[in-house]
């Protein structure tokens, strides 16, 4: 049974950074793409935020959160992380971290994952 638990949200001021963590079970995560995605409030379409491969550590990010957040994973904790600086408002969403079925190449669409965690909110006050 595949299981990513994230952690880590919480409530932030402008400008501050958070660390998100995804624990990842249940497959074989070094063949695989993990990525984050958010849903801002106010039923807005679930975005995506970043994504690395597994085995390569590659990393794709959305222009919004290019050269603030940093996608990266441990391979001896099986833990996806998502470093975010220079947080801003318009950040504030609950963050959901994702993972594809192996042996996939990178994708940035919400219907490229198989697999979701439950979700952390994150809130950036101004």
Known sequence: ???????????????GSLRL??????LPFSFCIMGWF?????????????AINWSSGSTYYADSVKGRFTISRDNAKNTVYL?????KPEDTAVYYCAARAPFHTMGVMEG???????????????
């Open 1 to 15: 049974q595949v299981q990513l638990v994230e952690s880590g949200g919480g409530l932030v001021q402008a400008g």
């Open 21 to 26: 963590s995804c624990a990842a079970s249940g």
């Open 38 to 50: 958010r849903q801002a409030p106010g039923g807005k379409e679930r975005e995506f935020v970043a």
């Open 83 to 87: 470093q975010m600086n220079s947080l």
């Open 112 to 126: 490229d994952y198989a697999h979701w965690g439950q979700g952390t909110q994150v809130t950036v006050s101004s």
